[in-house]
């Protein structure tokens, strides 16, 4: 099975820049009040659009536009970050991304106002996340400099908070959220018949084959306690449906 590096980023990036991930996912767990607000038949990758070299690698697939139902011209960005650790200045990187997108949106000759955009951030990680939500927070300043301070919170998706069984969507979502939670695990092996139990529906379309091989890489990649042969014996016993 292929090593690689930065196994978590990798499968991250491949599972939600699918159209149908992320939108099961803010349609899901994003705050209700937000999701009314939001016509999720317009979401759409914007690719390449607002990333430029230096940053392409970062989140050039991880950024979506969508409609507002209200006024159908106006849209939002959603911005999705992954963390497999926790990051203590976390705001201050999501930051220079949205004032990016927003220097790019006025290259582009978008007109003001600026779209608005959702930053969110999906953890998986062993240690317990106690990096605060807000930017404000990065910065010491006393009390009447803080209207100075750009001000905003980014979402944060922690999948520790969840068990699996209240882990929700649909496959592609639950198997990257369920494979994401359990990857540091040591009883991983014990995790893994179930997971790929719900990958059994998609297997017969090209996207399920392309989906499992992805599931499979970073299984293999991703954690130290996923036993090799465990994997081969799942193809081997499924070969019918993954040739």
Not at 101 to 115: M, V
Not at 131 to 147: E, G, H, N
Not at 207 to 218: D, F, T
Request: net charge neutral; hydrophobic share 40%; with cysteine.
């Amino acid at each position: 099975m292929e090593q690689i590096s930065k196994p978590h980023d990798r499968f991250f990036k491949e599972a939600f820049s699918r159209l149908e991930t992320a939108r099961d996912f803010v349609g899901h767990y994003l705050p209700e009040e937000i999701t009314a607000l939001l016509n999720l038949e317009t979401l759409e990758i914007t690719k390449d659009s607002f990333v430029d070299e230096e940053l392409k690698e970062r989140f050039s697939d991880l950024v979506y536009r969508v409609d507002l139902k209200e006024d159908g011209w106006i849209f939002v960005y959603l911005l999705f970050e992954h963390k497999s650790y926790p990051e203590r200045d976390i705001a201050l990187y999501l930051l220079s991304c949205m004032t990016h997108i927003w220097t790019q949106c006025l290259k582009q000759e978008l007109t003001l106002p600026l779209p608005a955009i959702i930053p969110l951030v999906v953890y998986h990680g062993k240690a317990k996340w106690k990096v605060s939500q807000a930017f404000q927070d990065l910065v010491s300043v006393p009390a009447p400099l803080k209207p100075l301070v750009p001000d905003f919170k980014y979402r944060l998706w922690d999948l520790s908070k969840y068990t699996d069984d209240e882990i929700k969507g649909g496959v592609f979502l639950k198997v990257a959220a369920l494979l994401m939670k359990h990857i540091f695990s040591e009883n991983i092996g014990e995790k893994l018949p179930g997971i790929f139990k719900l990958l059994q529906g998609i297997l017969s379309a090209r996207s399920g084959l392309q989906y499992l091989e992805a599931v499979l890489r970073y299984a293999a990649s991703g954690s130290s306690h996923v036993k090799k042969d465990d994997l081969v014996s799942y193809v081997t016993r499924h070969r019918a449906a993954v040739m």
